[in-house]
């Protein structure tokens, strides 16, 4: 009987099916290491160190692997971001964000890729390599205020937006039922980062995060420039995106968007519309955790 066994489950293994679907599953994760790695320039994906800022299977590494969950919850992050104007007008003067969508896309990516999953050293060198970035980076807004991106403040605001952006998304379409102390747990490794920014108040709880979030709500504003970035936000295609893929994506981010940002940013959707992005969504999300075997 165990030889009889053996000789089936061998069968299974090589069975044309099988590797058709091995090949498929090889090519998916292919195309998305690919998408999020400028090769050109001698980059390759970001392996996971056992000597990184936090653990393996800690709460802000299983969030962080989440391909589809980090996108929409990317999405829902900057639009939340480009309501602060000072991080808006950084963007305006310092990024060449509409010639280079995809650069900038991969760049953030591969930032929260080091400084979460590769050796600590690296994620270090990282950090002081963006802090050496925004020290250069300062001006001033239409009205004349002075505004600087190595405000304490301000770094705050980018990383609650990118915070709670990544949990909700992650807690919609991968894990609903977190619990809260892992929710928690969350926060306190991503304020690890955050720090090292000089982000301050940095929160370090789900309660504390959403208190800075609603104190912070009176620095948000709105301008036509706001609107045209969250446009192109929405409706730009990085190279070698599907068709559609980021409309889908924008549609599921406006979705998880509160209340107070989608009447400030004029998003309005019906919600028998973002049916079908939610659909899309949790197929693509359970479709490449098959793939990367998560």
Not at 8 to 29: D, G, M, Q, T, Y
Not at 209 to 219: C, P
Not at 245 to 258: F, K, N, S, V, W
Request: with cysteine.
């Amino acid at each position: 009987m165990p030889t009889l066994l053996a000789y089936c489950n061998s069968v299974v293994e090589i069975s044309p099916l099988n590797i058709a679907s091995e090949k498929f599953r090889h090519r998916l994760v292919t195309q998305v290491k690919d998408f999020f790695t400028d090769v050109g320039e001698g980059e390759a994906p970001t392996p996971a160190s056992d000597e990184a800022l936090f653990e393996r299977d800690s709460p802000i590494r299983l969030v962080h692997a989440d391909v589809v969950a980090m996108m929409i919850g990317g999405i829902r992050g900057l639009l939340l971001q480009m309501l602060h104007p000072h991080a808006l007008q950084g963007v305006l003067d310092y990024s060449d964000f509409r010639n280079d969508a995809h650069g900038r896309l991969r760049r953030t990516a591969r930032f929260i890729a080091v400084t979460t999953f590769a050796h600590r050293d690296e994620a270090n060198a990282t950090i002081d390599r963006v802090n050496k970035i925004h020290a250069k980076i300062s001006g001033t807004l239409p009205d004349g205020t002075f505004y600087s991106a190595q405000d304490p403040k301000t770094l705050a605001w980018v990383h609650v937006a990118e915070a709670t952006s990544f949990l909700a998304a992650y807690r919609r379409y991968v894990r609903p039922d977190m619990p809260l102390a892992e929710q928690d747990e969350y926060y306190r490794q991503f304020a690890v980062i955050a720090r090292k920014l000089h982000a301050d108040p940095v929160s370090e709880t789900r309660l504390e995060a959403e208190t800075a979030f609603r104190e912070m709500r009176a620095d948000l504003q709105v301008t036509p420039d706001t609107h045209e970035i969250a446009n192109f936000v929405l409706t730009q295609r990085a190279k070698g995106s599907p068709p559609g893929a980021q409309q889908l994506l924008g549609a599921a981010a406006i979705d998880l968007l509160p209340p107070f940002a989608k009447e400030m940013l004029e998003l309005r959707y019906p919600r028998v519309s973002l049916l079908p992005a939610r659909v899309a969504a949790f197929a693509a999300g359970k479709t490449l955790r098959w793939a990367f075997r998560q």
